[in-house]
């Protein structure tokens, strides 16, 4: 940074995949352009989409299911990046991946304040697209100490999901919140239950997915107006899409 105070440094994460063309075909569909390949001596390719640039190596032995590499993007237009990625995966690949690699997560405003979603590519590369909440007033990890138990677990519910990859945990805990006989409003248990279905969808539980999706249907939003949850009943018609890809029957509305 130089005296007056403007940024003069940018940093580009450089990324593993196994397969190159697997993964520039990927950022493709996610609008991203190839400004660069390299085949010799070592294979090597770069893609861009607005300020946007990552680079990518081949790792032959590379495990994409227990990648732990990551980096995050900070944006001022997360929404729009998140309807330009899932359209074009939808196009692309005719569903949207909701569980293995590659796959795209829940737009959501998270508890840290920062809004923001997650896609991991076919490398397993954790891809961390957010927005900071101008309510928040700064970002912070910090663990929320008031609320009920089922807003707490729906944040643990989401770092360990999210951040972690540990589903099964995720959902346990969460399983616990739903089971207690605590008050809580509409709007949370939504918001749980759509959380849930997606951890089974990720998890390969598909009929239980159905049924919590089916009892979002049955809740009684109390009040609450739709476009208070509409990325929640966004994520909630996308997972019915992934269970059932050609049916025509009844969707979860609102949003």
Known sequence: ??????????TIPILPCRSIDETLDFY????????????????????ERGGIQLQFFVLRALDPSSSYSTCYVLTQDVDGLYRAFTDGLKQSLGRLPSRGVPRIG?????????????VVDPGGNYIRVG???????????????EGTRLSKALHAATLLGDSKGDHAAAAEVLDRALASEEVESDRAVIQALVLRADLAVRLGD?????????????TDLGGEEPGALSDCLRRARDLEQVLRPRASGQTIQGG
């Open 206 to 218: 598909r009929q239980l997915a159905a049924r919590l999706l089916a009892d979002v249907r049955k």
């Open 106 to 118: 829940a737009l959501k405003d998270t508890s840290y304040g920062v809004r923001q979603f997650v």
């Open 28 to 47: 493709r569909a996610l609008g991203f352009e190839v400004t660069y390949r390299q085949k010799r001596p070592n294979t090597y390719a770069v893609v």
């Open 131 to 145: 927005q900071p909440l101008e309510s928040a007033g700064s970002w912070s990890h910090s663990w929320p100490t």
């Open 1 to 10: 940074m130089t005296d007056s105070g403007t940024k003069t440094e940018i």
